[in-house]
């Protein structure tokens, strides 16, 4: 069953619409694949095996008479649910019999689970039944409902099976006889339910799961007692539900057109990007209540920057990309997926961070408020199984994500050698063919399949940090592309056409604002969509005491240079150039300004890594921001 991740084909209020899954199938040598191949043959199954030997499986067999012990948090069952959406995914882009066969046995087991009035829980039930809905707060039992929504529409349009969707619908039903209005108003602590109603609605026509999701988003959440998405003022709390509900927003207004939650929407994207977001796409400055901080408080040994929160942050970034066809959204897509989402993954696909720090001393401890400081190396379980499937089920809906289509349109957004085969309305079948090594390089190709000529507008999106973009067409002359905006290409298109855009990809080093105060007389370095970091492996001198000499208004020095590393972290390219080493030096700790003191410095070669492929070669010492001072005394 040929569907789309978001299934927005009967939504009336969205600039562009999804294509199937199928329609997008990435290159053998493709940037993404890789990982995603290491989702499906090592992620995947060991998580399964990791989840039935925690427990995971148990607690739902146990409900249907297997004499066991119910184990690990009240909220264990949606790690199976996100797990079993993945495996969704998977199946309808390829035939996997293994997966396909646990993914059958689970859904058994889920279904003998189900209670006879639809609500599931493994949790709140026998001698915790009289709790059900009693601590919606902190309970998580609408938030495991959502993930159970999401991940039976997605079985269901793999497999064409709707017994997984049954139970869902079941559960569905239930909670729209309890919760409404002149019935229970409490929410959900953690927002999900809400987006997973409305995918539920868009799959099964059914009116009354699109009203649920809305009275609910019109509710104060329950954790914090937050206001209604469409009333608050700034993201706050929680990153990953603010996100979720963010998306459930979105959603509603891609539905119902609902003006007031879309200018709030548009506003809260504002204050998220103008002062809440790291360089990195990470998202959630505090540990504490893994939440935002004030705008501009961005720490970075101290950065939380959950896993779970850049994809819901992306997530949320798709929706209003849909909505309104602005390349903001895209551009954050792509600043998230390359940077702070894909850190949350080792490069061979099965192990994971929880945080995401954009510095680390390479050593582990325990704060003073008992937090775990991150640890250098990524995990194959966490006892908050929350991030691993989070990042599975991203992965295996990743092409979903990479070209959109509107009216006589067709809208590329993200970049991979790829295939796509999409039906445009108005025009019919087009056939893309991508060539491309990007991220590492900007020259992309662009072949252009029909079965007869047709009249159609081409968007391809410019990102902000390529100037001097252009692309040709045949012998025409060159058409000059707006960074941050879409280079339309309206014309008469031929079977073979073939469009070649160059993006090009200078070095940056980007400065933050002054109010980001751990930030100042330091530079993140960036190429292309890749912010780099200095990592100690590559180092004699630590990476705290590393500087590199940036002129203001020119950047690096013209030594600096890009260098293809085909032995290095699966292949990456680097970018080197010199600095310098600070020399230790003994001093008080606090001496008068009139006595005067400067840091000796030696000079330095400096390789920066992607961030995302940081603490792949064992533990080490991590820093994205690195010192730069134009004036320095040199021993």
Same mark, same amino acid.
């Given at each position: 069953?040929?569907?789309?991740?978001?299934?927005?084909?009967?939504?009336?209020?969205?600039?562009?619409?999804?294509?199937?899954?199928?329609?997008?199938?990435?290159?053998?040598?493709?940037?993404?694949?890789?990982?995603?191949?290491?989702?499906?043959?090592?992620?995947?199954?060991?998580?399964?095996?990791?989840?039935?030997?925690?427990?995971?499986?148990?607690?739902?067999?146990?409900?249907?008479?297997?004499?066991?012990?119910?184990?690990?948090?009240?909220?264990?069952?949606?790690?199976?649910?996100?797990?079993?959406?993945?495996?969704?995914?998977?199946?309808?882009?390829?035939?996997?019999?293994?997966?396909?066969?646990?993914?059958?046995?689970?859904?058994?087991?889920?279904?003998?689970?189900?209670?006879?009035?639809?609500?599931?829980?493994?949790?709140?039930?026998?001698?915790?039944?009289?709790?059900?809905?009693?601590? $919606?707060?902190?309970?998580?039992?609408?938030? #495991?409902?959502?993930?159970?929504?999401?991940?039976?529409?997605?079985?269901?349009?793999?497999?064409?099976?709707?017994?997984?969707?049954?139970?869902?619908?079941?559960?569905?039903?239930?909670?729209?006889?309890?919760?409404?209005?002149?019935?229970?108003?409490?929410?959900?602590?953690?927002?999900?339910?809400?987006?997973?109603?409305?995918?539920?609605?868009?799959?099964?026509?059914?009116?009354?799961?699109?009203?649920?999701?809305?009275?609910?988003?019109?509710?104060?959440?329950?954790?914090?007692?937050?206001?209604?998405?469409?009333?608050?003022?700034?993201?706050?709390?929680?990153?990953?539900?603010?996100?979720?509900? #963010?998306?459930?927003?979105?959603?509603? %207004?891609?539905?119902?057109?609902?003006?007031?939650?879309?200018?709030?929407?548009?506003?809260?994207?504002?204050?998220?990007?103008?002062?809440?977001?790291?360089?990195?796409?990470?998202?959630?400055?505090?540990?504490?209540?893994?939440?935002?901080?004030? *705008?501009?408080?961005?720490?970075?040994?101290?950065?939380?920057?959950?896993?779970?929160?850049?994809?819901?942050?992306?997530?949320?970034?798709?929706?209003?990309?849909?909505?309104?066809?602005?390349?903001?959204?895209?551009?954050?897509?792509?600043?998230?997926?390359?940077?702070?989402?894909?850190?949350?993954?080792? $490069?061979?696909?099965?192990?994971?961070?929880?945080?995401?720090?954009?510095?680390?001393?390479?050593?582990?401890?325990?704060?003073?408020?008992?937090?775990?400081?991150?640890?250098?190396?990524?995990?194959?379980?966490?006892?908050?199984?929350?991030?691993?499937?989070?990042?599975?089920?991203?992965?295996?809906?990743?092409?979903?994500?990479?070209?959109?289509?509107?009216?006589?349109? %067709?809208?590329?957004?993200?970049?991979?050698?790829?295939?796509?085969?999409?039906?445009?309305?108005?025009?019919?079948?087009?056939?893309?063919?991508?060539?491309?090594?990007? *991220?590492?390089?900007?020259?992309?190709?662009?072949?252009?399949?029909?079965?007869?000529?047709?009249?159609?507008?081409?968007?391809?999106?410019?990102?902000?940090?390529?100037?001097?973009?252009?692309?040709? %067409?045949?012998?025409?002359?060159p058409l000059a592309g707006e960074p941050g905006t879409y280079l339309v290409i309206q014309r008469q298109w031929q079977p073979g056409d073939v469009v070649?855009?160059?993006? *090009?990809?200078? $070095?940056?080093?980007?400065?933050?604002? *002054?109010?980001?105060?751990?930030?100042?007389?330091?530079?993140?370095?960036?190429?292309?969509?890749?912010?780099? #970091?200095?990592?100690?492996?590559?180092?004699?001198?630590?990476?705290?005491?590393?500087?590199?000499?940036?002129?203001p208004g020119e950047g690096l020095p013209a030594s600096w240079e890009a260098v293809w590393r085909e032995d290095l972290l699966g292949g990456v390219v680097?970018?080197?150039?010199?600095?310098?080493?600070?020399?230790?030096?003994?001093?008080?700790?606090?001496?008068?300004?009139?006595?005067?003191?400067?840091?000796?410095?030696?000079?330095?070669?400096?390789?920066?890594?992607?961030?995302?492929?940081?603490?792949?070669?064992?533990?080490?010492?991590?820093?994205?921001?690195?010192?730069?001072?134009?004036?320095?005394?040199?021993?």
């Amino acid at each position: 069953m040929a569907t789309p991740i978001l299934d927005t084909s009967h939504s009336p209020h969205v600039r562009l619409h999804t294509v199937p899954l199928p329609a997008v199938r990435l290159a053998d040598d493709a940037f993404w694949t890789p990982l995603r191949r290491g989702n499906v043959e090592n992620g995947l199954p060991r998580l399964h095996g990791l989840l039935e030997e925690n427990g995971h499986m148990d607690n739902f067999r146990r409900l249907a008479g297997k004499d066991v012990a119910r184990r690990g948090p009240l909220f264990t069952d949606s790690d199976l649910y996100k797990w079993i959406e993945a495996a969704g995914y998977v199946l309808q882009t390829e035939d996997h019999p293994d997966l396909r066969s646990l993914l059958e046995a689970d859904i058994a087991d889920i279904a003998a689970a189900q209670g006879d009035d639809g609500y599931l829980s493994t949790y709140f039930i026998e001698e915790r039944a009289g709790e059900r809905y009693q601590h $919606l707060e902190y309970s998580h039992e609408m938030y #495991c409902a959502g993930h159970l929504m999401q991940g039976a529409v997605a079985v269901a349009r793999a497999t064409g099976d709707d017994t997984l969707l049954q139970v869902a619908c079941r559960f569905a039903d239930h909670l729209d006889s309890v919760f409404g209005p002149g019935r229970n108003g409490t929410t959900d602590g953690h927002p999900e339910v809400e987006l997973a109603l409305i995918e539920l609605y868009r799959h099964t026509r059914e009116r009354r799961y699109l009203d649920l999701a809305a009275f609910l988003l019109s509710r104060p959440q329950s954790h914090a007692n937050l206001p209604p998405i469409a009333q608050r003022e700034s993201l706050i709390g929680h990153a990953v539900r603010s996100s979720y509900i #963010c998306c459930g927003g979105a959603d509603l %207004v891609m539905e119902t057109g609902d003006p007031e939650m879309m200018a709030n929407l548009q506003r809260l994207w504002q204050d998220l990007v103008g002062g809440k977001i790291y360089v990195t796409g990470g998202v959630g400055a505090r540990y504490e209540g893994e939440a935002f901080g004030e *705008p501009y408080e961005l720490p970075n040994a101290r950065a939380y920057a959950e896993t779970c929160a850049q994809i819901g942050h992306f997530m949320w970034a798709f929706r209003m990309l849909l909505l309104t066809g602005e390349g903001q959204y895209a551009e954050a897509m792509e600043w998230i997926l390359y940077n702070g989402l894909r850190s949350g993954v080792d $490069l061979d696909g099965y192990q994971y961070f929880y945080m995401n720090p954009l510095a680390h001393d390479g050593k582990e401890s325990v704060s003073a408020t008992g937090h775990r400081v991150p640890p250098t190396q990524r995990s194959t379980w966490h006892g908050c199984t929350c991030c691993p499937p989070n990042v599975q089920r991203l992965l295996a809906s990743l092409p979903g994500y990479f070209v959109t289509v509107a009216e006589r349109e %067709v809208h590329v957004h993200l970049y991979d050698a790829l295939e796509a085969a999409v039906d445009v309305p108005g025009v019919g079948p087009v056939r893309l063919k991508i060539e491309t090594r990007y *991220p590492w390089d900007g020259g992309i190709t662009i072949t252009v399949g029909l079965d007869e000529a047709a009249d159609f507008a081409l968007h391809l999106r410019i990102p902000t940090w390529a100037d001097g973009a252009a692309a040709f %067409v045949g012998g025409a002359q060159p058409l000059a592309g707006e960074p941050g905006t879409y280079l339309v290409i309206q014309r008469q298109w031929q079977p073979g056409d073939v469009v070649q855009l160059d993006l *090009p990809m200078a $070095l940056e080093a980007l400065e933050a604002h *002054p109010n980001v105060t751990e930030d100042r007389g330091a530079v993140a370095l960036k190429r292309g969509p890749i912010v780099y #970091c200095v990592e100690s492996v590559d180092h004699r001198t630590p990476v705290a005491e590393l500087s590199v000499s940036v002129t203001p208004g020119e950047g690096l020095p013209a030594s600096w240079e890009a260098v293809w590393r085909e032995d290095l972290l699966g292949g990456v390219v680097v970018i080197e150039g010199p600095g310098f080493g600070c020399v230790p030096t003994e001093r008080p700790l606090y001496a008068a300004v009139a006595q005067g003191y400067k840091t000796g410095q030696v000079p330095a070669h400096i390789t920066a890594i992607p961030y995302y492929a940081w603490a792949n070669r064992g533990p080490a010492a991590m820093r994205v921001w690195v010192a730069s001072k134009a004036d320095r005394e040199v021993t």
